[in-house]
T-cell receptor, first 115, second 111 residues
Framework: DQQVKQNSPSLSVQEGRISILNCDYT??????FLWYKKYPAEGPTFLIS?????DKNEDGRFTVFLNKSAKHLSLHIVPSQPGDSAVYFC??????????????FGIGTKLQVIP | ETGVTQSPTHLIKTRGQQVTLRCSSQ?????VSWYQQALGQGPQFIFQYYREEENGRGNFPPRFSGLQFPNYSSELNVNALELDDSALYLC??????????FGPGTRLTVT
């Protein structure tokens, strides 16, 4: 049972445009949501997170939006750069885990930013 | 400051055998988590160790076991290997509940 779902396996975007990566979850107990970025032959790297008490968190070119009623979150990258090309994992963590631990991952979306 | 390292990088085992994977935590970290990433899937949480004690386990059978040493390095042991155990095994270290830092993983192939 996939508790964190990323329904788009891949996404191609022109350099300079906005990339929007989507994620849905089914477990309403999740209270912290994270996005990780993964390059080939490397482990996932934490990118940005959002607590369930917020609906938006911004860090430079990266913004995560959370819609709790729809159990949906999205990652916006503006402007997209070729170096952003990677696999992006949406993830969620349970209560009392500090937000970063015992994380449930989606299957990932491969983003390609075309120069 | 060295990051999280894992060894070996790749290995091939036969069904029924046992395997040990190793992870060195990032300096100053006292918590290690292990994840299994099957092909085309996201990483799945196996278990976590904090100060040498298991501190949470995902939906994996008992033949998956682990250890954490006083220097906070860790081992993942898998007994009675099955073909479905073929995956990338990721180790992540953190300072207790803070951000996790992942190693590059060990690619295990079971034939």
């Amino acid at each position: 049972d996939q508790q964190v779902k990323q329904n788009s396996p891949s996404l191609s975007v022109q350099e300079g445009r906005i990339s929007i990566l989507n994620c849905d979850y089914t477990n309403s107990m999740f209270d912290y949501f994270l996005w990780y970025k993964k390059y080939p032959a490397e482990g996932p790297t934490f990118l940005i997170s959002i607590s369930s008490i917020k609906d938006k968190n911004e860090d430079g070119r990266f913004t995560v939006f959370l819609n709790k009623s729809a159990k949906h979150l999205s990652l916006h990258i503006v402007p997209s750069q070729p170096g952003d090309s990677a696999v992006y994992f949406c993830a969620a963590s349970p209560p009392n885990s500090g937000g970063y631990q015992k994380v449930t991952f989606g299957i990932g979306t491969k983003l390609q930013v075309i120069p | 400051e060295t990051g999280v390292t894992q060894s070996p990088t790749h290995l091939i085992k036969t069904r029924g055998q046992q395997v040990t994977l190793r992870c060195s935590s990032q300096s100053g970290h006292n918590t290690v988590s292990w994840y299994q990433q099957a092909l085309g899937q996201g990483p799945q949480f196996i278990f976590q160790y904090y100060r040498e004690e298991e501190n949470g386990r995902g939906n994996f059978p008992p033949r998956f076991s682990g250890l954490q040493f006083p220097n906070y390095s860790s081992e993942l042991n898998v007994n009675a290997l099955e073909l479905d155990d073929s995956a990338l095994y990721l180790c992540a270290s953190s300072l207790w509940l803070n951000e996790q830092y992942f190693g590059p993983g060990t690619r295990l192939t079971v034939t």
